[in-house]
C-alpha cells in the first residue's frame, strides 16, 4: 500500500507560481509511475501531468504545456508539480495519484493509490 500526501497549496494571483508536493510512505515510489490530476467544482477530473518511473519521461495536458513541470526524487520519495503562469482557470483541486504502468499514463483509471489532494486558488 502506498500513502501519498499533497501539500503546497494555496491563493495566489493571476500570472504567480505555485510548488505542490507529494511525499510517499508505506512503499518505495520507484517502479510506480505518478501523475497529478485536478478537480474543479462540478467538474470531472482531469489529467495533468505524468512522469515515468525514472523521471525520463514526462507528458503535460495541453492546458498546461509549457507552464507546468512535474519531476521526482525517488530517494525522497517524493514528486513534485512546478505551476508557473498560473491562470484563474487552473483553480482547482491537485491530486497525486501512483501507477503500476511504470512508463506514465494521462489515463485516471490506471492510477491505483490517490492522495487527499490540495487546494489550488488562482485571483484574477
Known amino acids: 500500500q502506498v500513502q501519498l500526501v499533497e501539500s503546497g497549496g494555496g491563493l495566489v494571483q493571476a500570472g504567480g507560481s505555485l510548488t505542490l508536493s507529494c511525499a510517499a510512505s508505506g512503499r518505495t515510489l520507484r517502479g510506480y509511475a505518478m501523475g497529478w490530476f485536478r478537480q474543479a467544482p462540478g467538474k470531472e477530473r482531469e489529467f495533468v501531468a505524468t512522469i515515468s518511473w525514472n523521471g525520463g519521461r514526462t507528458d503535460y495536458a495541453d492546458s498546461v504545456k509549457g507552464r507546468f513541470a512535474i519531476s521526482r526524487d525517488n530517494a525522497k520519495n517524493s514528486v513534485y508539480l512546478q505551476m508557473n503562469s498560473l491562470k484563474p482557470e487552473d483553480t482547482a483541486v491537485y491530486y497525486c495519484?501512483?501507477?503500476?504502468?511504470?512508463?506514465?499514463?494521462?489515463?485516471?483509471?490506471?492510477?491505483?493509490?490517490w492522495g487527499q489532494g490540495t487546494q489550488v486558488t488562482v485571483s484574477s
Open positions: 495519484a501512483a501507477s503500476e504502468l511504470s512508463a506514465g499514463t494521462g489515463k485516471r483509471n490506471e492510477y491505483t493509490f
